[in-house]
């Protein structure tokens, strides 16, 4: 069975630009979360999505956005890009929604360097 | 305010002994817990968990404790190994709601040999 597969898996941008990242769930998974993991801050919970409808959102500026498909997979969207994101973006899915059922199954992730 | 706290950035233990990651919470509404583990250029991987109604869960070399009390759980590595030395992040969340895990930023683990 293949796992979550986040693209791209590295990418470099400059202040002021917008950068879009994919996340492929594992099959039959519905639910789609993604986190920001920096340094400082540990795993950051952005959003989840789950049956393309948005049912959890964190703690960041509108700047951040994600969707999801009909078949569950999921684009996250950063606009106006400040040095302060650069980070890693994890995407994690599972088999139902409310993250509290508890095993995520996080992808590799997609490193982000603003410049 | 950080809910979910691992207040040891890093561990260093020998092969074969026990290593203890720590980590204390302070949302009483947390209900479920587990542990991660994750390695460079990889996604975290989960590795055990644990409800409230108990207070220990095993798997293998792997244990879990849970003070409810004290708002303090613990990862039990019994005996560690090189393959061991990873990242490892706590989480927690709450079952009555529809609520995200919460992580801590992570305890750095090396096995030394």
């Known amino acids: 069975k293949a796992g979550v597969t986040q693209t791209p898996r590295y990418l470099i941008k400059t202040r002021g630009q917008q950068v879009t990242l994919s996340c492929s769930p594992i099959?039959?998974?519905?639910?789609v979360s993604w986190y920001q993991q920096t340094p400082g801050q540990g795993l950051q919970f952005l959003f989840e999505?789950?049956?393309?409808?948005?049912?959890n959102k964190g703690n960041f500026p509108g700047r951040f956005s994600g969707r999801q498909f009909s078949n569950s997979r999921s684009e996250m969207n950063v606009s106006t890009l400040e040095l302060g994101d650069s980070a890693l973006y994890l995407c994690?899915?599972?088999?139902?929604?409310?993250?509290?059922?508890?095993?995520?199954?996080f992808g590799e992730g997609s490193r982000l360097t603003v410049l | 305010d950080q809910q979910v706290k691992q207040n040891s950035p890093s561990l260093s233990v020998q092969e074969g002994r026990i290593s203890i990651l720590n980590c204390d919470y302070t949302?009483?509404?947390?209900?479920?817990f587990l542990w991660y583990k994750k390695y460079p250029a990889e996604g975290p991987t989960f590795l055990i968990s644990?409800?409230?109604?108990?207070d220990k869960n095993e798997d293998g070399r792997f244990t879990v404790f849970l003070n409810k009390s004290a708002k303090h759980l613990s990862l039990h590595i019994v005996p560690s190994q090189p393959g061991d030395s990873a990242v490892y992040f706590c989480?927690?969340?709450?079952?009555?709601?529809?609520?995200?895990?919460?992580f801590g930023k992570g305890t750095r683990l090396s096995v030394i040999a």
């Open positions: 099959s039959g998974h519905r639910s």
């Open positions: 644990i409800s409230s109604i108990k």
């Open positions: 949302n009483s509404m947390f209900d479920y």
């Open positions: 999505y789950f049956s393309e409808t948005q049912r």
């Open positions: 989480a927690a969340s709450g079952s009555r709601g529809n609520t995200p895990l919460v």
């Open positions: 994690a899915s599972s088999t139902t929604s409310g993250l509290n059922t508890g095993e995520l199954f």
